[in-house]
């Protein structure tokens, strides 16, 4: 059974610092998706990373993939107080279809 | 163009009710996934159907059905409603069967007392 772990669940950082998101899975992967959720509302994809060594970035945000580690990291640089959401990581196992395995999430606030 | 579109966005149920919630996926989208996204915790997959048939089935007990039309869009049927169903449901869609990106659409919020 694939299972996906992401640390911290709860990151509480001030504006202006850097920190790294954390995503492990458990069997091999196609590929591996971030999103991002605001209270209430549904989820926003960030990144979709396809391969090995794979590295996205947008804005604040850079996303990097190790398949041979299954270890996904988000990356944020200098953190305003809008990047504050919960940030899935979810993979997608090729099965007999795609069936998505998302982490328990990761619950980001950033103070002023 | 329009993306994924949930109706409705929120509802009430009494325990041991039915309740029917729909989706529609972007156009020339073939699939469409169910998730069930209970507060505090990541979503679970509910179902997968592509061209019409299941394609993927989570594990959720027979309560859960789920249908795909003509049109590619899709309905989940729950019945017999318990107090554990209330969750955001929420569908996604894809062009094809896998490999491709998904899509979710705003989500129903469905609250069972």
């Known amino acids: 059974e694939l299972k996906v772990e992401q640390n911290p669940l709860f990151l509480s950082m001030q504006e202006g610092k850097n920190y790294t998101i954390y995503c492990n899975y458990s069997t091999t992967s196609d590929r591996l998706y971030w999103y991002r959720q605001d209270p209430g509302k549904s989820l926003e994809s960030l990144f979709v990373l396809l391969s090995n060594g794979a590295v996205k970035q947008e804005g604040r945000l850079m996303a990097s993939l190790d398949t041979k580690a299954r270890l996904s990291t988000l990356h944020i640089t200098a953190a305003v107080h809008d990047l504050s959401a919960t940030y899935f990581c979810?993979?997608?196992?090729?099965?007999?279809?795609?069936?998505?395995?998302f982490g328990e999430g990761t619950q980001l606030t950033v103070n002023p | 163009d329009a993306g994924v579109t949930q109706s409705p966005t929120h509802l009430i149920k009494t325990r041991g009710q039915h309740v029917t919630l729909r989706c529609s996926p972007i156009?020339?989208?073939?699939?469409v996934s169910w998730y069930q996204q209970v507060l505090g915790q990541g979503p679970q997959f509910i179902f997968q159907y592509y061209e019409k048939e299941e394609r993927g089935r989570g594990n959720f007990p027979d309560r859960f059905s789920a249908r795909q039309f003509p049109n590619y869009s899709s309905e989940l049927n729950v019945n017999a409603l318990l107090l554990g169903d209330s969750a955001l449901y929420l569908c996604?869609?894809?062009?094809?069967?896998?490999?491709?990106?998904?899509?979710f659409g705003q989500g129903t919020r469905l609250t069972v007392v």
């Open positions: 996604a869609s894809s062009l094809q069967k896998m490999n491709t990106e998904a899509f």
């Open positions: 156009s020339g989208h073939k699939s």
């Open positions: 979810a993979v997608d196992r090729r099965t007999s279809g795609s069936r998505l395995t």
